[in-house]
């Protein structure tokens, strides 16, 4: 399936893409406006320069993208948990480590004869869903952390760090 | 608060119509979000833990209330860690059954010791319950969705003892939960007679 629609349906259906911008999200909206000005500009423009790298050049890194993934994922739950207000520079070095994997990880199949305003509109739709993903849900962190201490976002950023945990263990069981 | 009461009720009443003692069968669990988030919801005695530890931390008041279902799914990720890897853990069904006896018997009890010691019992009983999980974590499915499904799930049944543990505020409330605590504890004794 290609377009738009088909583009920004795929953060929602690979889990290792929603796992981090949900954690991401979390830690976003723990942390506060004054990492936003920096950090959603940093998302789009390192997202779009994953997708075109990886899309008209090639992915030129041999790493397991799942795997940083998840290791983002599992870093910026942990700090949701911890919920201690942290420097600029971390959350943003998340942000666009997450960012530039899931441009990277973005490569639909490629038909023969598919014209490529297709392809295009497919990036296009997933880009754009994920950075509405990442500011909604860092709109809805930032208004849940304002509730019962903060204790929401906390949980939620556990159940992620388990999720992430598990998953890498699995991979990593996999690989002895 | 009633909205909260109301909630808690109708999550008690979704938790006590779910079916019972299939958590461990070891089969036939296909894997993805669907599966994950059933497989603590298909053992009763999963359920009554996790409900316990709810109800636990609700009595015990902040932040208490908060720490334990904190602390529990990130413990539980190293019991699933051992169980995935195949790190032989004794007596899993054993400390499982143990876990709702115990957390049962501390809500029952209305037991408040001091925080550390609340959150090492309920993270050595967490150790159990993830490798039960992580031991039947599906290789062939998506591994990631499944994790989702039973942290959410197990989640989930701690908030639905929170919401219910939030009824001690009233004296028949204290009674009622404390009541819930003392069957939790006898549903434990049944799993582990083997009478479940």
Known sequence: MYGLVAGALHPLLTPAHLIVLVALGLLLGQQGVRHWTLDFPSFAVTLVAGLLLSNVYGNPFPFDNNLILLAVALLAGLLAVVAYPLPRWLVWLLVVKASTVIGLDTVPTVLPGIAAHKIYLTLAGSALSSCALLLGLSVFSFYLSKLWEGIAVRVLGSWVTASAVLTLALRFAHKT | ?196
Not at chain 2, 33 to 43: C, K
Not at chain 2, 91 to 106: F, K, P, R, W, Y
Not at chain 2, 130 to 144: F, K, M, T
Not at chain 2, 172 to 190: C, D, T, Y
């Open chain 2, 1 to 196: 608060m009633r909205f909260i009461t109301s909630a808690g009720l109708l999550l008690a009443l979704f938790v006590g119509t779910t079916s019972v003692a299939f958590a461990h069968t070891g089969g036939g669990i296909g894997g993805g979000f669907a599966s994950g988030f059933t497989h603590p919801l298909n053992g009763l005695d999963h359920i009554a833990a996790m409900v316990a530890v709810g109800l636990w931390g609700a009595f015990l008041g902040r932040p208490a209330i908060w720490l334990l279902p904190v602390v529990f799914p990130l413990v539980m990720t190293f019991g699933g860690a051992m169980g995935i890897m195949g790190i032989p853990v004794p007596a899993v069904e054993t400390g499982i059954a143990v876990s709702a006896i115990v957390l049962g018997l501390m809500v029952a009890l209305a037991a408040k010791p001091p925080l550390w010691v609340a959150a090492v019992l309920v993270g050595v009983f967490a150790i159990f319950h993830g490798y039960a999980h992580g031991a039947e974590l599906p290789q062939a499915a998506n591994p990631l969705a499944y994790s989702v499904g039973f942290v959410v799930a197990t989640g989930l049944l701690h908030l639905c003892g929170i919401a219910v543990g939030l009824l001690v505020q009233w004296s028949a409330g204290h009674v009622a939960v404390r009541a819930g605590g003392a069957v939790i504890s006898l549903i434990g004794v049944a799993f582990l007679l083997g009478l479940l």
